[in-house]
């Protein structure tokens, strides 16, 4: 020691605190989970400050999140949608497809009267005709 003195040519009280900043500086380095650079002032107290500061931002942002939440459940009422998912059925690259009607059915339609439907009655020798007035 007294040769280290001698030769950085520094006294005595200075050796003692340089040694002493060197020793803390490497207790530091050697403590685990410890971030000198990222505390406020390098020491536990600093880091405690910082978790408690962290800690209340993260209260804050929970009860913002619930108070949302409890607002959200408020207006959109529980139970099932009325919006089907996907596209509406065949409406693929812009086309809509016509909508599927009911189809006319022919005994719907009024038809003309024509011999066809005139009821038909058999003369005597089979042959089919149509109704006369008179029977013969």
């Known amino acids: 020691m007294t040769e280290a003195i001698a030769e950085m040519q520094i006294s005595r009280g200075t050796y003692y605190k340089l040694e002493t900043t060197a020793l803390a500086a490497m207790l530091t380095a050697l403590t685990p989970g410890v971030e000198g650079a990222s505390s406020t002032d ?6 405690l400050r910082a978790l408690e500061e962290k800690v209340k931002k993260l209260e804050q942002g929970k009860r913002r999140a619930e108070r949302l939440l409890l607002l959200t459940r408020r207006v959109v009422k529980p139970g099932p949608s009325k919006v089907k998912a996907g596209r509406p059925p065949g409406s693929r690259n812009g086309v809509r497809k016509p909508r599927n009607r009911k189809p006319v059915l022919p005994s719907s339609m009024p038809t003309p009267p024509s011999e066809s439907t005139a009821p038909l009655t058999l003369t005597k020798a089979g042959e089919s005709g149509p109704r006369s007035g008179s029977a013969s």
């Open 42 to 47: 390098g020491t536990l107290t600093g880091q």
